[in-house]
């Protein structure tokens, strides 16, 4: 009710002019987010990593902090990287994750040796 009440002052005060904030949808689901954070296994970040989001096709690089940050609509996803490990050579993390409304989801990705 509240919602109408500000679109009818705003009808009168501009005719034809809305606000954004009068024609929100309360049962729209708020986004939340994934935050990735990929580590060397002696702890420091690693950054340039390419972190993708399907089936929503999304890709970031992580940042020097080592954290990739994505919004998305509530819902099941999965986490994608391909992590350079010396020795095994590469490891393929493909983790799934339940986002949540106004919620952050973190998802931690460990190399075991950054590759030069």
Do not use: W
């Amino acid at each position: 009710m509240k919602s109408n009440r500000c679109v009818a002052t705003l009808l009168l005060a501009f005719g034809f002019i809305l606000v954004a904030g009068c024609d929100e949808d309360p049962t729209r689901p708020a986004t939340g987010f994934i935050a990735v954070t990929v580590t060397d296994a002696s702890g420091p970040p690693v950054s340039d990593v390419e972190i993708r989001v399907v089936p929503v096709g999304l890709t970031a690089m992580t940042n020097p902090q080592g954290v990739a940050l994505f919004e998305l609509a509530p819902g099941d996803y999965f986490v994608d990287a391909n992590l350079c490990c010396i020795g095994p050579g590469l490891i393929d993390y493909h983790v799934l994750v339940t986002v949540t409304g106004g919620e952050t989801e973190v998802v931690e990705l460990r190399s075991c040796l950054v590759c030069v």
